[in-house]
């Protein structure tokens, strides 16, 4: 069991910091941003070329992160690679310490910075998910999926997740929700007979443009009364917005 | 059917430009249908060409052909008499015509004068949609009559990926999203339950070699095709 895998079980609440790696080679303002964010968030979600703009390597941006002791969860996308990349990546990433992933299907490319790239997707996130559960070593992996509940219609999202699970989701991160109604329909469609969801969901959210970062503990409480295990906070990146942010959460 | 689109005129005629006779030479049939390259599009063509020339002040000759097909030999034999003489040949046929045309002609030089689209169908009067991707692997039968490998731009085949917004595309709010349509379908029918399973990734083994098929019976009865 990973530490990540042990306190999503443990913890009543997490918090996560979704992290865009660096445009560019330079490390160090990854590296300021890691350490501010070290010992007050439960991890962080490394992208990956997320929005198919090109950025640091996961692999590389959450080594660092580790190193500073942020416990990173590492997104790995379809879009840019075959299975033989996802397996020698999850590889790589494994001899490096690190366990824990996401696993999701990637934004298209012609919304990023390399609209004329080939896409790859020789794989899909649910086949990817079971690519890393039969890999050489991949019982020790804790694997998640993407799940986005403000897609439309939804019956054919709850159904993909379901198979996501099959497959070896054992917690799903979401797309930035505002609301509790926004969550609903994720949470009902995976809830068991008891209650609980049937693995953990943690929310995306992300401040809008007029809200005070006091709002951040009224979502984590709204999102948590709807059945989120945690949130994922995302931001454009400055440590002074993290600062404010992750105090009014009580970090 | 094959579906094309006729290069950028500019694009042709600067091909054109290192020979004084050529042969423009139309394909009857995919690409005679998607008003692209057949008979009277080979007519235009070389006159926009024989204009575009006389005014450049070059001497150019452009004669016209058109083959039932450019993908069949016995077709293509048929226009030995006319290239003869002829310095280069323009194809309005898809790539495989262009391809086979080349071939058979080899070495003259064979300038393309379509860009291959698609495999799709006839839609309305003028109007062609993308329907298949020759995948080697058919998945219709599980996904309702609806390919998500051509119409989903991810190719994904266990469901729909999370852009999809109101059933449109991440990529194209104008664009159905495949996996809407394939749920539509097959909700109407009854017939979800069949999209429970996890499919398995698709083998892109064979799509590494150029694709080669015989008939069982044209194997037996002329011993062809070693």
Known sequence: ????????????????????????????????????????????????????????????????????GVPPVVVFSCRDRNRLALAAELWAAQALGLRDFLLVSGDYVTLGDQPEAKPVYDLDSVQALDLARNLDGGSDLF?????????????????????????????????????????????????????????????????????????A??????????????????????????????????? | MIIAERKPFAEIE???????????????????????????????????????????????????????RQCDREFLDTLEEQAEGAEALVSLACGAGIQFLAERFAPLPVLAGVN????????????????????????????????????????????????SRDGRCETDPERDCAWTLIWNRLEAAGRLEQLTAVVPPRSHGPAGLPGRQSHPAYLRRYEAHD
């Open chain 1, 1 to 68: 069991m990973t530490e990540f895998a042990r306190a999503l079980a443990e913890k009543e609440f997490m918090i996560l910091a979704r992290l865009d790696p660096p445009a560019g080679p330079d490390p160090a303002p990854w590296q300021e941003t890691a350490a501010s964010l070290a010992g007050r968030v439960d991890a962080a979600l490394v992208s990956d070329n997320r929005g198919a703009v090109t950025r640091m390597a996961a692999v590389t941006a959450a080594w660092l992160l580790q190193q500073a």
């Open chain 1, 143 to 215: 694997t998640g999926a993407a799940a986005s509940p403000t897609a439309s219609p939804w019956p054919p999202q709850a159904m993909k997740l379901r198979k996501k699970i099959s497959a070896g989701a054992r917690f799903l991160v979401t797309t930035p929700v505002h609301t509790a109604a926004e969550l609903a329909p994720l949470v009902a469609a995976l809830t068991l007979a008891g209650g609980r969801p049937l693995v953990p969901v943690l929310a995306g959210w992300e401040p809008g443009a007029e809200d005070d970062p006091a709002a």
């Open chain 1, 217 to 251: 503990g009224a979502a984590a409480r709204e999102l948590g009364q709807a059945g989120a295990a945690g949130l994922v906070l995302s931001l454009s990146g400055e440590a002074g917005e993290w600062n404010a942010l992750l105090t009014a959460l009580g970090r």
């Open chain 2, 14 to 68: 600067a091909a054109c430009r290192p020979y004084r006779r050529l042969l423009v030479v139309g394909c009857g049939t995919c690409v005679a249908v998607c008003l692209t390259g057949g008979e009277k599009e080979a007519h235009v063509l070389a006159s926009q060409l024989d204009l575009a020339a006389q005014i450049a002040g070059r001497e150019q000759d452009f004669a016209v052909a058109c083959l039932e």
């Open chain 2, 116 to 163: 291959t689209t698609m495999i799709g169908i006839n839609r309305q009067v003028g109007l062609w949609e993308e329907k298949c991707r020759a995948c080697r692997d058919c998945l219709l039968t599980l996904t309702g009559g609806v390919c998500p490998v051509s119409l989903c731009p991810k190719g994904m085949l266990n469901g729909p990926c999370g852009g």
